[in-house]
Nanobody
Framework: VQLQASGGGLVQAGGSLSLSCAAS????????MGWFRQAPGKEREFVAF????????YYADSVKGRFTISRDNANNTLFLQMSSMKFEDTAVYYC?????????????????WGRGTLVTVSS
């Protein structure tokens, strides 16, 4: 499956931004999906997970209550709604697809990755 993230940009602290990830080339609904991010000089970190059905979701503690992951299987699209954004949310955000049937929070649990989209939060 091919993935393409979009929607990044510049936002002020406290503001909101929504990311999208378009999937193609395979049956999107077969995969659980996740969002990761990587700040300059840091390792890639888990942000959010959603099951293939859109049911169970899971968030990193750093974004819980501020970010919402969702998906539209009919339109092969994954979303990440970000609100109350903080300077430390600044990073390149990546979407990824996992064929595993468990909650996937580590990069090695994902099979496919999209090119990232840059999110910059100004303080």
């Amino acid at each position: 499956v091919q993935l393409q993230a979009s929607g990044g940009g510049l936002v002020q602290a406290g503001g909101s931004l929504s990311l999208s990830c378009a999937a193609s080339g395979s049956t999107f609904s077969r995969y659980a999906m996740g969002w990761f991010r990587q700040a300059p000089g840091k390792e890639r970190e888990f942000v959010a997970f959603i099951s293939w059905s859109g049911g169970p979701t899971y968030y990193a503690d750093s974004v819980k209550g501020r970010f919402t992951i969702s998906r539209d299987n009919a339109n092969n699209t994954l979303f990440l709604q970000m609100s109350s954004m903080k300077f430390e949310d600044t990073a390149v955000y990546y979407c990824a697809a996992s064929s595993r049937k468990v909650v996937a929070t580590r990069p090695e649990m994902y099979d496919y990755w999209g090119r990232g989209t840059l999110v910059t939060v100004s303080s």
